[in-house]
């Protein structure tokens, strides 16, 4: 559409340069014996007699404002034989037996028309995307909706089939822990208590997951940011302490945010955990809160590497690394709830491999 248009404004723009060419041949040939045709725009032609010091103007009757003298003074100030141009006039000089002629060319009638058809094929241009936008918008809907219908009805078993079994689990959990407690030593009994806790967990998960969608957006408030990050480092110091784990924490003060502060607290410690979870014994967290520009800037990283391919991947549900990640207490959701948190709260979480390192990061407006 844009080369459709494009080639008829070049089109007239040709045709108004051929007709001022036509044009100007045809000022700078007429005598008063001769009876051409006149041309499609206005055109005047200047003839001086040198041997009597005489002017002799034709003149276009549409434009009766022509002024003679204005002529006459940019005809003795050009040049022989080049073509010039004053506002919308193009005129040219050439010499005669007696004297020279001078033809000139009024432009301002093509000049309009040419923007006007410019302005039109812009309006058209503007009318047709938005016209073709709205019926693609409506088209796309239509031809999405079976797709968000099973997405939703999706969700919605997900989060019922995670309500419904919280029941029976918390009732087989009990019940187990009361036989562990008579048998303390039974491998059956402590199994099948352990496959419970991590079955309620993951359901504790989904519900999670469920909730941070079906609920896009929760009320912002401005919080200190750095403090709620320091008791988060003081509340896994002694975890990461008995695993063996380095922590090293750079946390700016007072910085201050506005976001849910419930929802960030989540998104920190599930970063957290992440990092100690796939952090090996003597190993090191770099845990940082820092001042960037208008941005309170978090970064935690942990010993690790992935590939571009695992980058892409790694915050989609249910998905596990199958290699150096992979972990039998790790349900493939804790990444995907931190980047709901993140999109419900308008952060844009990322990681990042570099010097066999793996960095998850995101920016908090500072206020």
């Not at 700078?28 to 001769?34: A, D, K, N």
């Not at 990461?240 to 849910?260: R, T």
């Not at 948190?341 to 308008?346: A, Q, V």
Request: aromatic residues 10%.
């Amino acid at each position: 559409m844009l080369a459709i248009f494009f080639s008829i404004c070049f089109a007239s723009y040709r045709s108004n340069e051929q007709e001022i060419e036509q044009s100007l041949e045809w000022a700078l040939e007429l005598t008063p014996l001769r009876n051409h045709k006149s041309p499609g725009v206005p055109t005047y032609t200047l003839i001086y007699d040198a041997w009597d010091e005489s002017y002799t103007l034709f003149g276009d009757e549409r434009n009766v404002l022509i002024d003679k003298v204005q002529l006459i003074e940019l005809a003795e100030q050009a040049k022989i034989d080049q073509r010039e141009k004053k506002d919308d006039l193009i005129y040219e000089k050439h010499e005669t037996r007696r004297g020279y002629i001078t033809g000139f060319v009024e432009t301002e009638m093509l000049s309009e028309q040419l923007h006007t058809l410019i302005f039109q094929c812009v309006q058209s241009f503007i009318f047709i995307l938005l016209l073709f936008g709205t019926a693609s918008w409506f088209a796309s809907r239509w031809i999405l909706k079976p797709v968000w219908i099973a997405w939703e009805k999706q969700k919605q078993f997900v989060s019922d089939a995670s309500h419904e079994l919280k029941t029976p689990l918390t009732i087989l959990k009990a019940d187990t822990q009361s036989l562990l407690e008579q048998e303390p030593n039974n491998e059956i009994f402590l199994s099948l208590y352990e496959e419970t806790n991590r079955m309620q967990r993951l359901i504790f998960r989904l519900l999670e997951l469920a909730r941070l969608e079906s609920n896009p957006k929760e009320e912002k408030e401005r919080f200190d940011f750095s403090s709620l990050c320091q008791k988060i480092i003081l509340e896994k110091e002694e975890g990461l302490y008995e695993q063996g784990i380095e922590l090293e924490a750079k946390i700016q003060d007072h910085l201050f945010i506005k976001a849910n502060q419930h929802d960030l607290e989540d998104l920190v410690l599930i970063l957290m955990d992440n990092a100690q979870k796939y952090t090996p014994k003597e190993g090191r967290i770099e845990f940082n809160v820092q001042k960037a520009d208008s941005n309170a800037l978090f970064s935690i990283a942990n010993p690790g590497t992935l590939s571009k391919e695992e980058q892409e991947k790694i915050f989609e549900r249910f998905y596990k690394v199958d290699s150096s990640r992979t972990n039998s207490e790790s349900y493939g959701l804790g990444l995907a709830i931190a980047k709901e948190i993140s999109r419900r709260n308008d952060l844009n979480l990322r990681v990042h491999c570099d010097n066999d390192q793996i960095r998850f990061l995101f920016e908090a407006k500072l206020v």
